[in-house]
């Protein structure tokens, strides 16, 4: 796929990730080896991008709206009354419109583009203290799960890329953001005042000092989070992977996959890691947490 879609790169040789020598062809290719398992999270959600033109140690920008002109295969979705708008892919032509675009990191809303007030997942960032050790961050994310099955949702686990881990719960897309995004915080502040050594649901940087921050801002309109699949402009280009709980609970470091790696992972695996993601889907359990 990528030497008819490879005629659509200009400086398909530019490196991009200098550390490893990864060029925008190499973005590409990666893409291709990925694709099936990436395009379910990816098609028809709006998308937010960093752009680096020129690779991950020169000048980014972050960029939530679409600009005037896109590369073929991207159309836009409007996001609101001022008529902004952001990229949408239907297909891998439109993976290969933003690599165009340098666009190293993906970051997509939690709706679908075609039900953009209902979003159809429940988000949760972990954000440990660097200081803290990393089986405090395994312990808070096993005692998401199971407050998540106990409201009868299903919890799936991902690796950042970055520093923490993300729980997603898919939803059926029944319900708005505004609730969606009460519901979260009424769960994220009752878990960490029952677990107050171990988790904050509040952001100021004192009161993250040697705690993970349960971040569900996430689930805010017009908020985004890492796509799936996808390589964040670090060294190393660590990408943000589907993980199984047991690889939660041996202790899976959030910078453990990356697009060297990732690629054999899913072919030694016996079936996708999120394996039932749409079939787990939901609707917004109605709870009080006060
Ligand atoms: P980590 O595990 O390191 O916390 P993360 O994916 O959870 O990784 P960030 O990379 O810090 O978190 O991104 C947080 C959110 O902030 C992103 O989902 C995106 O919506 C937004 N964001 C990311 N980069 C930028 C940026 N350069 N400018 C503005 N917003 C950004
Ligand atoms: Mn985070």
Redesign the pocket.
Known sequence: MSDAMGSILTSPGRILWPDIGLTKQGLLDYYEAVWPWMEPHLINRPI?L?RCPQGIDSECF?QKHASQSLPAGLRTVTLDEANAAAPVIDDFAGLAGLVQLSALEL?LWSAPASNIEHPDQLIF?L?PDPGIPWKSVIKAALLIKEEIENMKLSPFAKT?G???L?VIAPLDGTTEWEEIRQFAQGFSKKLAEENPQLLTARSAKDEREGRIFLDYLRNGRG????ATYCPRARKGAPVATPILWEEVEAGIM?NAFNVSNLPDRLKSMQQDPWHGFDAARRALPRQDFA
């Open positions: 937010a960093l972050f970051h960032d954000d950042s970055g520093k923490g993300h908020t985004t989070s890492i959030p």
